[in-house]
């Protein structure tokens, strides 16, 4: 076992770190911040391989350009059943403005998705909401109004859903 207090103070500054200027770290902290209650040597050990990432990787960060387009636009996706214990799902989006980033999330689903496109929906929602409250500030800080925010969203499943059907309507076989 390691430190309790070390472990809950260095990822306190990762999540930090995350929320504030390194998206690309806040799937794996959020993982590691699960168990600040009480911290194995093998959660110790993800903690450092994040450090180490962070490290090689120090040049990385946002950077804001007048000259970018002010468009908002978003990303959305979903992992299925991920949760090992609870088989909920991990959504995520980001939106960027500007050539960075402005806001991002990543977190389990309150709600255990019965597909692949139960979930990418749940994750969808979580964005759209996100583009309605960036909309309002915008318009609050700016005083300019988004006329409308696009959201791409991952759906290798709909897709697959959508050939299935168009099979079974051609009379094809589609028990692969």
Request: aromatic share 10%.
């Amino acid at each position: 076992m390691c430190d309790q207090k070390t472990y809950q103070a260095v990822v306190g500054s990762l999540l930090y770190l995350s929320t504030k200027s390194r998206p690309d770290i806040a799937y794996a902290v959020s993982n590691v911040a699960r168990f600040c209650a009480k911290p194995t040597k093998e959660h110790w050990t993800s903690v450092k391989r994040i450090l180490r990432y962070l490290r090689g990787t120090v040049n990385f960060g946002l950077l804001y350009t007048q000259q970018a387009s002010s468009d908002c636009t978003g990303y959305s996706d979903a992992d299925w059943a991920g949760g090992v214990g609870d088989r909920k799902s991990t959504s995520g989006y980001i939106y960027l403005q500007g050539g960075a980033a402005v806001s991002w999330r990543s977190n389990k689903q309150s709600c255990v998705a019965l597909s692949t496109a139960e979930a990418e929906y749940v994750a969808l929602s979580a964005a759209a909401q996100e583009a309605i409250w960036l909309q309002q500030l915008t318009s609050d800080l700016l005083n300019e109004t988004i006329q409308k925010t696009v959201i791409y969203m991952r759906i290798i499943s709909l897709s697959y859903a959508w050939q299935r059907i168009s099979r079974v309507k051609e009379g094809q076989n589609t028990s692969r």
